[in-house]
């Protein structure tokens, strides 16, 4: 059970415009930036998004964070076929003094 | 180019110890806190324990805790996680990540993640 909660599955056509929730609670999203990490199939998760909002140079402007008291999204807007893979959200937790991760969203393009 | 490329894993019984080893290259090391990050097979991301620049600061997930012991030599440009008293639950690919901060802090994240290790834990 991961401490912060992902929805396991999302979907899209290529073009639509998809989002990924991840909920957590006052000792890590609510007091703390989130991160969200891409892993296509086979490979090594990379960061997508940084605090919160943020894309590092080479991510394309489709990918966009934002977050919300308790609870932060992914958005992919524009989808395209390589977006398949899994996604997952991370952020600092105060009490337990580490990071956590969501369980990760699993995204198909249909 | 940032390189990190994990090594060590293995097939170990239950009980056993295993270390795992993670050589850097492409920045300067002893500038950054560092990370394992495990997956273990068809499952989700989970963090396993951190270093900072200097080893004056670590952290463990609370399932390691006692069982694994992290550090790094600056001067080979390497990482380590030492494992002992492995379980079952355990088995994961092992992953190497660096932080673009020198410690832990909320304000960090993983920049950068090697091609991991494989770690099977079974009798």
């Known amino acids: 059970q991961s401490v912060l909660t992902q929805p396991p599955s999302a979907s899209g056509t290529p073009g639509q415009r998809v989002t990924i929730s991840c909920s957590g609670s006052s000792s890590n999203i609510g007091s703390n930036p989130v991160n969200w990490y891409q892993q296509l199939p086979g490979t090594a998760p990379k960061l997508l998004i940084y605090s919160n909002n943020q894309r590092p140079s080479g991510v394309p402007d489709r990918f966009s964070g934002s977050k919300s008291g308790t609870s932060a999204s992914l958005a992919i807007s524009g989808l395209q076929s390589e977006d398949e893979a899994d996604y997952y959200c991370a952020a600092w937790h105060d009490r337990l003094n580490g990071w956590v991760f969501g369980g990760g969203t699993k995204l198909t393009v249909l | 180019e940032v390189q990190l490329v994990e090594s060590g894993g293995g097939l170990v019984q239950p009980g056993r110890s295993l270390r795992l080893s993670c050589v850097a290259s492409?920045?300067?090391?002893?500038?950054?806190?560092m990370y394992w990050v495990r997956q273990a097979p068809g499952k989700g991301l989970e963090w396993v324990s951190g270093?900072?620049?200097?080893?004056?600061?670590?952290g463990y997930a609370d399932s390691v805790k006692g069982r694994f012991t992290i550090s790094r030599d600056n001067a080979k440009n390497s990482l380590y996680l030492q494992m002992n008293s492995l379980r079952a639950e355990d088995t994961a690919l092992y992953y190497c990540a660096k932080d673009i901060r020198s410690s832990s802090s909320k304000h960090g994240f993983f920049d950068s993640w090697g091609q991991g290790t494989l770690v099977t834990v079974s009798s």
């Open positions: 270093i900072s620049w200097n080893s004056g600061n670590i």
């Open positions: 492409g920045f300067t090391f002893d500038d950054y806190a």
